[in-house]
Each structure stands twice: as C-alpha cells, then as structure tokens.
C-alpha cells in the first residue's frame, strides 16, 4: 500500500538520557506532537516534544520520567524518524538529530500518568551561553571572524559552511557572546563576487551545519524542490506527484509601501563622523534613483520599481527627487572605524560604513517584497535558506499557471509537524521580485 503524503510518521527513536547517561527513557510511545523549527534569522534550530508517559521504558524501569530521570534541562534527546515519503520509497529514515532540553511546561501529573512538554534546542546554542570573545582582531575578512566564533562554541570545519566575504575591518570581540556579534556582522558583510547593492549575509543553524551566506548565493543556488499546488488533489494517484503538492498557501504581504520608505529602501542618505578629521564624511546624493541598476540576481522577471507616488519624476527626466540628501527617506548616521585599534595615530578608515549599510538595507528590504506561508507534505530534505520554485493557478475556469505570483522563493522558515497520525511541513517563504523565470 502506497504511503499517502500527509499521514503520520514512524518514530523509529525518542530517547531521553540523564546527565551523566546513565538511565535513559523511551518515549517514542508517548509521543504526542513534535515540531521542529528552522529560521534564516535564528543561529540555532529548536523543537517542542509534547509526550504523554504511562508506562516509559527504559533502564531501571522509569515510571515518572520528570521526577525519577530527572529532567532539569540540559539532558540529550536522540530523535530518529522516519517519513511518508521515505517509507513510500521504502528508504532508511534520514531525520536524525540530538537536541538538548532547554526548559519543560505543561506538567501534569496524575496517579498513573504524567505529561509535560520539552522545549528543545541544539548543543551549540547552549555552549554559546557560557562562551564570550575578548579577542581584538585586526584587518580580518567577516568570514573569517566567523570561523573563529563558531570554532568557540565547538563546532568543527566539517559542521559548517561559510561563504568568503570581500572586505576586511578590525574589530573587538567586546565580551560578548559568538551568537550575538555573527548577525551584527552579517549586515556589512559583502560577497567577494558581486556588484553594487550586494551587502547582506544570513547567519542560521540547519539540523546538518551552521551556515554564513549571502543572499546573492541563496538566490543563485540550485533550485531544491518543485511544488505545484492543484484545487483538485488525487490522493489515490502518483504519490511521487502527490508529495510535489501545496496543500495550502496564504499571501501574506505583497510589498509595503510605507513601511519600505520607512526603512530606507527606496532612499537612503548616508552621514559618518570622523574622529581624528572631525568631519562628516558626505555624499552628493542619496542612494536612489540607481535602485534598479543595484543588485545582483533576483528570483523574478518583474520590476521592483516603486509606485510613482512613492518615486516621483516631476521634470519627466529620469532624476528624481529622492536622490537629493535632504529628501531621503531615511537618514543613517555613525562614526568612522578610524585610529581605534593601535596604539600609534592611523587615520585609514577600514571599511568604511557606506559601502555596506545602506546597501544591506536595500537588499534586506527588497528580499521581504512578498512573503508567503504554505504546507506541504512533510520533506525533512527541505532546509531554512532553500530555494523552491512554488506553480499557483490563475483566477480563472481553466486553472493556468499564474505567471505573476509563481516562481522562485527562497525558505525563510520551516517546520516539521509530526502527529501519530498525519505529518507535514509548513513554510515562510520570500522573494525580492514577482514573475516566473523560465
């Protein structure tokens, strides 16, 4: 019998250990829901594990798993599952993962049961708690400040995957923790191929590595899944075709007028201060009007111009007014990395901020155009930062493809839903630019 794309997956292991492993607990039996989370904004993956113990198994024939483990935080969970689609191809589940208890809610205790809730987070995002950098670096590309943060919570090379970044800054760790100075970083830093507007790194954690990439390489990379979604679904058909289907989908932003002028995406002036000139560094026009000649590919066909009204041309002479400074629509300012890090007068300004900020705005903004939320049959092969071509029906009879609101997304966040009877993933996805590429 062929596996149907939402039914609920095999729990092959959900084992619980103590501190020092030595008792563990089987809870796979109790299992009730459990969802893990991935998200282009988040250096760690998380999870929740609702369960509902009996009679747990397990070494020393744990009755109260909560009391007798104990559970206090901080002990591994080994999760081993496999899916719909993989027993449809009758293939070894590949949904293996050690988590570690963060906290426990919803304890409930009664005469012969208990349940309770574990929220569960990655090893690496506990480490990064009692781990800080105090180390001064001088002229380091951002990616290579990144190894050394990763290399600080434990994390070998093979763990990760890093995209080489163009420039070089110096820059103090300041006691603070790796997992919050990464996506400071991440805003200046550029790819070494790309061209103007381009600043703009991701810094998140994947169930198989840590990664660092820029939203170029995400947009340039190999197209990971096709889904298609069909207001009729055969659910006796082709169950390859069937696990290719949106189940449901919702529009939930198509660009954003105010909030985008707001931010500085269409308009943004840049001022820096100099501490040993005491000058401000200025530029003759603000960074518009060259909106669409900045930036590198996009995942649609269509023009992100914006309205007239938001970018006006009075004069009919391809200028307008938005790139004079004082009509930006929005104002950055900060002060030059200059004479900071030796112990002798250096005036060199490393990196300076204008070739990063206002860019990293642009780009930023531009990639939350249209942001969209949809479910599919549960794919564990499917990660945060993927890129998926989605195929939407037009408003019509004959259910043609909508060449507008079709096309390539990039996976902001993901989840894996998992019940003792249905399974499914469901999906943030965005994108910088409508229309479907062919």
Not at 346 to 352: A, E, F, G, L
């Amino acid at each position: 019998m062929s596996a149907s794309p939402s039914q609920g997956s095999e729990y092959n292991q959900i084992v619980i250990y103590s501190f020092d492993g030595s008792k563990n607990a089987d809870l796979k039996s109790g299992v009730v829901e459990f969802q893990y989370f991935e998200d282009l904004y988040s250096p760690t993956f998380t999870a929740t594990l609702s369960v509902v113990n009996t009679a747990a198994k397990g070494d020393d024939k744990i009755k109260g798993i909560y009391h007798e483990l104990p559970i206090q935080g901080g002990e591994k969970v080994h999760i081993d599952i496999t899916t719909p689609i993989e027993m449809s191809r009758k293939a070894k589940g590949e949904f293996v993962v050690d988590m570690y208890v963060n906290g426990i809610s919803n304890y409930v205790q009664e005469k012969n049961m208990e349940s309770f809730t574990l929220h569960l987070v990655s090893k690496e995002s506990i480490i990064n708690q009692n781990t800080r950098i105090i180390e001064k670096f001088v002229s380091k590309k951002i990616s290579e400040l990144i190894e050394v943060f990763l290399k600080a919570v434990k994390l070998k090379e093979d763990q990760w995957d890093i995209e080489e970044t163009r420039d070089k800054i110096n820059f103090i760790g300041n006691m603070r923790k790796p997992y919050t100075l990464a996506p400071m970083l991440a805003n200046r830093a550029r790819p070494v191929e790309g061209g103007a507007g381009t600043a703009g790194f991701f810094f998140w954690q994947t169930r198989t590595k840590m990664n660092f990439k820029s939203i170029e390489s995400l947009i340039k990379a190999e197209t990971k899944a096709e889904y298609e979604f069909e207001r009729i679904v055969d659910t006796h058909g082709n169950p390859e075709k069937n696990f290719k289907k949106v189940l449901t989908y919702e529009l939930i932003k198509s660009s954003g007028v105010i909030d985008s002028a707001r931010a500085g995406e269409y308009s943004t002036y840049r001022i820096y201060f100099n501490p040993h000139t005491f000058g401000f560094t200025q530029h003759d026009s603000a960074m518009a009007g060259t909106w669409d000649k900045i930036g590198g590919e996009h995942l649609g066909t269509e023009s992100g111009k914006p309205a007239p009204v938001v970018d006006p041309d009075p004069k009919g002479d391809g200028e307008n007014k938005f790139t004079k400074p004082y009509m930006a629509h929005r104002i950055v300012s900060g002060i030059n990395a200059t004479g900071c890090m030796e112990p002798k007068v250096d005036t060199t300004v490393v990196q300076p901020q204008t070739h990063d900020v206002a860019q990293s705005i642009w780009r930023y903004g531009s990639l939350f155009s249209q942001v969209m939320t949809l479910t599919v049959p549960v794919n564990i092969g499917l990660f945060a930062g993927d890129k998926i071509e989605c195929l939407f029906p037009q408003v019509s009879e004959e259910d043609d493809i909508d060449s507008h609101g079709s096309g390539l997304y990039i996976i902001k966040e993901i989840s894996h839903f998992f019940e003792p009877n249905r399974s499914y993933t469901a999906m943030k996805v965005l994108r910088d630019t409508s229309g479907q590429k062919k």
